[in-house]
T-cell receptor
Framework: DSGVTQTPKHLITATGQRVTLRCSPR?????VYWYQQSLDQGLQFLIQ???????AKGNILERFSAQQFPDLHSELNLSSLELGDSALYFC?????????????FGPGTRLTVL | KNEVEQSPQNLTAQEGEFITINCSYS?????LHWLQQHPGGGIVSLFM?????KKHGRLIATINIQEKHSSLHITASHPRDSAVYIC?????????WGAGTKLIIKP
């Protein structure tokens, strides 16, 4: 158990809908990262937050947005969903915003868009 | 050309064999990570290294900064080692991920 929690574990929805994925980092970790992993694909970095502020942005679509709250949990909002958004979404946390530190991964949320 | 290349893409071996997975990168880095993704999807960080060699149990990771190459070795492989092994390098502002090597160890 990494100490990072993600909810829900599974999510099935329809095209055009909007969903929110939630992540709670390990206790004491200030930085949260979001990744997307499509079927048989590698991890794609979406966005990073550090202590409530956006730190880095990767291949995140405009239909997607995220935020980190004062209690350090983070939410990833996906809107106008398309079939191609079906994927595993991972959240990871690290003690600070440095990429030299180990990232601890949550179990992921499996999103299926029908 | 991808900035991080892993080889082989797929590897099937018999229990007990010595396994080597390679990672080559084309960008300047400060650190390299090896991670393991289990068949159920969970991801675990195995190593982070910036020089030399690290060992944890039956796993050994090496890096050659000059050659921009890292290897992950598994000694006395076991079916429970079956997983996808992912290499990621610390780029300018984010981790750059390899596509992963799918390892299957047969009993």
């Amino acid at each position: 158990d990494s100490g990072v929690t993600q909810t829900p574990k599974h999510l099935i929805t329809a095209t055009g809908q909007r969903v929110t994925l939630r992540c709670s980092p390990r206790s004491g970790d200030l930085s949260v990262y979001w990744y997307q992993q499509s079927l048989d694909q590698g991890l794609q970095f979406l966005i990073q937050y550090y202590n409530g502020e956006e730190r880095a942005k990767g291949n995140i679509l405009e239909r997607f947005s995220a935020q980190q709250f004062p209690d350090l949990h983070s939410e990833l909002n996906l809107s106008s969903l398309e079939l191609g958004d079906s994927a595993l979404y991972f959240c990871a946390s690290s003690v600070d915003g440095s990429y030299y530190n180990e990232q601890f991964f949550g179990p992921g949320t499996r999103l299926t868009v029908l | 050309k991808n900035e991080v290349e892993q080889s082989p893409q797929n590897l099937t071996a018999q229990e007990g064999e010595f396994i080597t997975i390679n990672c080559s990168y084309s960008v300047g880095i400060s650190a390299l990570h090896w991670l393991q993704q289990h068949p159920g999807g969970g991801i675990v960080s195995l190593f982070m290294l910036s020089s030399g060699k690290k060992k944890h149990g039956r796993l050994i990771a090496t890096i050659n900064i000059q050659e921009k190459h890292s290897s992950l070795h598994i000694t006395a492989s076991h079916p429970r080692d079956s997983a996808v092994y992912i290499c990621a390098v610390t780029g300018s502002y984010q981790l750059i991920w390899g596509a992963g090597t799918k390892l299957i160890i047969k009993p």
